[in-house]
Antibody, heavy 121, light 107 residues
Framework: EVQLVESGGGLVQPGGSLRLSCATSGFTFSSNGLNWVRQAPGKGLEWVSYISGSSLTILYADSVKGRFTISRDDAQNSVYLQMNSLRDEDTALYYC??????????????WGQGTLVTVSS | EIVLTQSPGTLSLSPGEGATLSCRASQDITYYLLWYQQKPGQAPRLLIYDTSNRATGIPARFSGSGSGTDFTLTISSLEPEDFAVYYCQQRFSWPRTFGQGTKVEIK
């Protein structure tokens, strides 16, 4: 069974930092890309960042570029999101999402339950 | 960045009725359109990928159609568990973007 479990969320002041973790199991971690997708309270979904299975491709939304860093540890089957210079608008539930690619298609097929980040003074 | 616009914002229907949800892209995305369902307090769940392919375990009452810029998610006969928010998403290009969602509520 595929599982993704996020942790590391919490309350942080504007300008502060936080590191999110996503522990995975049930699939060949090194072969899959991973994403972070966030959802502000009562709002829609926003893609944040992507890292490929090889870590050769790393992408960020413009809204977090230069402040957030995605990484992965294939030995630990985990992906991370280092968030610096946090702003009020970064307040959201952060989901870890598997990016499964078959022979002809890719899709966000498994989502964790999310970890809540609250940026407030 | 590709903008996805979903309509209507809210759909009020009764169990057993059919539902038609629309998603329009700001440019041609061929068939690279996905649909997700989200219930309160839960993570989104993949329903449809690449316009019309049902994800594993998704009932046949869910179907998708369209191409280019206009796409539709159809629920043939609403079950009580189908009342939720539905999001479309494109995978034609990065950044991946989502529509703002359509809420299907009980009338």
């Amino acid at each position: 069974e595929v599982q993704l479990v996020e942790s590391g969320g919490g309350l942080v002041q504007p300008g502060g930092s936080l590191r999110l973790s996503c522990a995975t199991s049930g699939f060949t971690f090194s072969s899959n890309g991973l994403n972070w997708v966030r959802q502000a309270p009562g709002k829609g979904l926003e893609w944040v960042s992507y890292i490929s299975g090889s870590s050769l491709t790393i992408l960020y939304a413009d809204s977090v570029k230069g402040r957030f860093t995605i990484s992965r540890d294939d030995a630990q089957n985990s992906v991370y999101l280092q968030m610096n210079s946090l702003r009020d608008e970064d307040t959201a539930l952060y989901y870890c999402v598997r990016d499964f690619c078959g022979t002809t298609s890719c899709r966000f097929d498994y989502w964790g339950q999310g970890t809540l980040v609250t940026v407030s003074s | 960045e590709i903008v996805l616009t979903q309509s209507p914002g809210t759909l009020s229907l009764s169990p057993g009725e059919g539902a038609t949800l629309s998603c329009r892209a700001s440019q041609d995305i061929t068939y690279y359109l996905l649909w997700y369902q989200q219930k309160p307090g839960q993570a989104p769940r993949l329903l449809i990928y690449d316009t019309s392919n049902r994800a594993t375990g998704i009932p046949a009452r869910f179907s998708g159609s369209g191409s280019g810029t206009d796409f539709t998610l159809t629920i043939s006969s609403l079950e009580p568990e189908d009342f939720a928010v539905y999001y479309c998403q494109q995978r034609f290009s990065w950044p991946r973007t989502f529509g703002q969602g359509t809420k299907v509520e009980i009338k």
